[in-house]
Nanobody, 128 residues
Framework: QVQLVESGGGLVQAGGSLRLSCAAS????????MGWFRQAPGKEREGVSC????????YYADSVKGRFTISSDDAKNTMYLQMNSLRPEDTAVYYC?????????????????????WGQGTQVTVSS
């Protein structure tokens, strides 16, 4: 089973940027689609973005389109989420998942409820 370690979160002012990293071990990274999810206090986990390198497909939630960019470095088995123009509503714990069977907006609504395959998450706090 893949092990995931997220990092890069922190406290940032609105309008600032952060880059999250997700280091994976235990499975070849590029064989699966991968994605980022987030969970704000009192809210359900939601899909933020996903990437499938086998077909070049990407997905971004409407709330982050134009501000967030997902990427990966297969040589390092690491996935990234570049977050620009951060808003207070982006405050959440961010999680990665590296064993998605595919990347799509619908898929993200399903994968977010999976019990296994999550890292510990990294906290992102955006102050106004």
């Amino acid at each position: 089973q893949v092990q995931l370690v997220e990092s890069g979160g922190g406290l940032v002012q609105a309008g600032g940027s952060l880059r999250l990293s997700c280091a994976a071990s235990g499975r070849t990274f590029s064989k699966y689609a991968m994605g980022w999810f987030r969970q704000a206090p009192g809210k359900e986990r939601e899909g933020v973005s996903c990437l499938d390198e086998s077909n070049g497909r990407t997905y971004y939630a409407d709330s982050v389109k134009g501000r967030f960019t997902i990427s990966s470095d297969d040589a390092k088995n690491t996935m990234y989420l570049q977050m620009n123009s951060l808003r207070p509503e982006d405050t959440a714990v961010y999680y990665c998942k590296a064993d998605l069977p595919y990347c799509s907006g619908y898929g993200m609504t399903v994968f977010r409820n999976e019990r296994d395959g999550w890292g510990q998450g990294t906290q992102v706090t955006v102050s106004s």
